[in-house]
């Protein structure tokens, strides 16, 4: 075994990979960049070494050689799945934790990965892969192939440049468009075409291999429900499979893997008809650890960085397929730093507070204070659960993210919970397309809560009362013989003002929100009662931002801002365009005085590699434009102001 291992990679996996480390004993070695200098995978590791990027092979390799690591775990993303990066560790003498550089480079492209496990008798999708396609070909192929039709590019995944295509007369420019960003993307504009199969479920096998030629899968996972192409929750076993259809791609998948030559861990993706749950087709192998490999250790009771490391180090698979057991169901959910009520746009801030559910394994690089930025993937942590049966884990899983409270960067948990409600995930009726088409259902739930709003304003009058009982000092309008009303402005992140009227103390005050009837309320420390229900809130303040937690939802409270002349429609917040997301400005279309149309567009934001673009809400006259092209911009930045001309 090896004394000591870098792993070349960040946040949650980073942290995951040190935890198997310390256990065996095996001295670890992070790398960051100056960005990540304070991040909780550096503070875990034995030691850190200092890199300009997790893509700068050189680096990377040089960051081993000067820790004395022996071996090199690459993580998932970044240089994962690098054939250049496999093979520069074999050079410099390093052991690479994964498959040979050859088995990368057949499964990394997706045409010569389909040809070769199809040789191998894997069962692979219609379609057309021949390289160097024209558009004409292409679009010849793709009607051959029938209609509807999935173009994909060769050389990527995550879902970019692909296209579904359902109507022969949008193939044209669905082409074009799918070169665009796979060209961008991958630097290679090369598409496939496939049939598109209908209410199609991805499910995917885990493999294993040793370097003396044996190999076992260790069941399924069910990835199906994805938003954008990309998993947010992923289960093990699949409802939908029974034991012969289990064997079946198992068997597939093992014959994919050593049609390579494969060594360590892999998984085989597969696309199922829920129509036609007898009929699999191959999609792609992933040549590495998966974000999802947690459900599978929970029900094998295996650790999979561990047989990496022992497979990696010429260790024989301590196991055949006969002693593969699977015992009871595991659900894992991702958490992200995104908003799907905007489309999952990423967000981002500082962790002010974070409360992680006890019971129940929660996968993450997180600690209060961390920065959320948008250099990197949005995912900051995965709560992963084990139950009896698929009934149990969904309640375990739906208890563990109402537990779990993180506050100062908004994330998606409540909308997970959402999601685990919804009755065809309960009933393991499942696609890929059912988040997209139930999104509108899963977000609809974005009031605030009245009593998150008398959370806010008695917290505001509680900071501000004195120590004493001096009556004059009371910042409540007091006079003898009654309080007076205390007006306030608090605006929800992304929501409109909203006055709050306080009359009393905060431990013993009536509250009156916006026109509604007052309500006796009172709030100690973070425990309001409101009525006749009494609620407890996770809290931090940022400046002027009050934030508030309860059952994996969080509110972000700007300022509290006395409300002049009692009426919040003064502090309206109609014509001003704020940032949907933390990034950069990548373009300002107008200038200040410019005269706009409603819907005009005027600034584009980008993040992680996504562009949005932000129009004017009304017409009007641009009176501010705070905007400049390349500034960043935090989340809810206030971008531009319209006035009525």
Not at 251 to 268: D, I, L, R
Not at 455 to 460: E, I, M, P, S, W
Not at 562 to 578: P, T
Request: glycine share 10%.
């Amino acid at each position: 075994m090896f004394d000591s291992v870098l792993v070349a990679n960040r946040g949650e996996i980073a942290v995951r990979v040190f935890r198997t480390l310390r256990r065996l004993g095996i001295r670890s070695v992070a790398v960051h960049t100056d960005a990540d200098a304070g991040a909780r995978h550096v503070r875990d590791a034995d030691e850190a070494l200092r890199i300009p990027s997790y893509l700068d092979i050189d680096a990377v390799i040089a960051a081993a050689r000067a820790s004395g690591a022996a071996a090199v775990h690459p993580g998932y993303g970044f240089l994962a799945e690098n054939t250049a990066f496999a093979q520069a560790c074999a050079d410099a003498g390093l052991v690479f934790i994964g498959p040979p550089a050859s088995a990368i480079e057949a499964m990394g492209d997706k045409i010569r990965a389909k040809q070769t496990v199809a040789a191998a008798g894997v069962p692979v999708v219609p379609g057309r892969d021949e390289p160097g396609l024209s558009d004409a070909e292409l679009e010849a192929a793709a009607l051959e192939v029938g209609l509807p039709v999935l173009l994909k590019p060769s050389a990527g995944g995550g879902g970019k440049g692909m296209r579904l295509v359902r109507d022969a007369a949008d193939l044209p420019d669905a082409i074009a468009s799918a070169r665009r960003e796979a060209r961008g993307s991958f630097g290679d504009d090369t598409l496939l075409a496939e049939r598109f199969v209908e209410n199609p479920r991805h499910i995917e096998i885990q493999v294993f291999a040793d370097a003396r030629g044996n190999a076992v899968h260790l069941g399924e996972r069910e990835c199906s429900l994805q938003r954008r192409h990309q998993k947010i929750v992923e289960e093990a076993p699949s409802p939908l499979l029974d034991e012969a259809s289990r064997a079946r791609m198992g068997a597939a998948a093992v014959a994919a893997a050593q049609a390579v030559g494969y060594v360590g861990a892999g998984t085989v993706e597969y696309i199922v008809s829920a129509d036609r749950p007898d009929e699999f087709f191959f999609m792609e192998m992933n040549t590495r650890l998966q974000v999802e490999h947690p459900v599978t250790e929970l029900v094998t009771g295996l650790d999979l960085v561990e047989l990496q490391l022992r497979v990696a180090a010429g260790e024989p698979l301590p196991f055949a397929q006969d002693d593969v057991r699977l015992d009871g169901h595991a659900i894992e959910a991702r958490v992200y730093a995104e908003d799907p009520a905007r489309g999952f746009l990423p967000t981002g801030g500082t962790v002010l507070a974070l409360d992680e559910p006890e019971g129940v394994r929660v996968d993450s690089g997180l600690d209060v204070g961390t920065e959320v930025g948008g250099s990197y993937d949005p995912m900051l942590a995965k709560v992963i659960v084990h139950g009896a049966d698929r009934t149990e884990a969904l309640h375990r899983l739906d208890r563990a993210l109402a537990g779990y409270q993180l506050l100062g960067v908004p994330t998606n948990v409540a909308f997970l919970r959402a999601l685990l409600k919804h009755p065809s995930v309960a009933s393991g009726d499942l696609d890929t397309g059912l988040v997209e088409r139930a999104l509108d259902e899963l977000t609809s739930d974005g009031a605030v809560p009245p009593e998150v709003l008398a959370a806010a304003a008695l917290d505001r009058m509680l900071a501000l009362e004195p120590a004493d009982d001096d009556p004059w000092a009371v910042p409540d309008g007091w006079r003898p013989g009654a309080h007076a009303w205390t007006p306030w402005i608090i605006t929800p992140s992304g929501g409109e003002p909203v006055e709050v009227r306080v009359q009393g103390r905060a431990a013993s005050a009536r509250v009156a929100i916006g026109d509604g009837e007052p309500v006796a309320a009172s709030l100690s420390g973070s425990t309001l009662t409101y009525g006749a229900r009494t609620v407890s809130f996770t809290a931090a303040r940022d400046g002027r931002t009050l934030w508030l937690g309860r059952g994996g939802r969080a509110w972000a409270l700007a300022e509290h801002v006395r409300a002049e002349g009692g009426a919040a429609s003064a502090a309206s917040g109609d014509g001003v365009l704020r940032s949907p997301m933390p990034g950069t400005v990548l373009a300002v279309k107008v200038g200040e005085g410019d005269r706009v149309d409603e819907g005009q567009p005027l600034v584009v934001v980008e993040a992680m590699k996504m562009e949005h673009t932000v129009t004017a809400p009304r017409a009007g006259v641009v009176a501010q434009l705070p905007a400049r092209a390349g500034a960043q911009v935090a989340l809810d930045a206030v971008l531009a102001v319209i006035e009525e001309a």
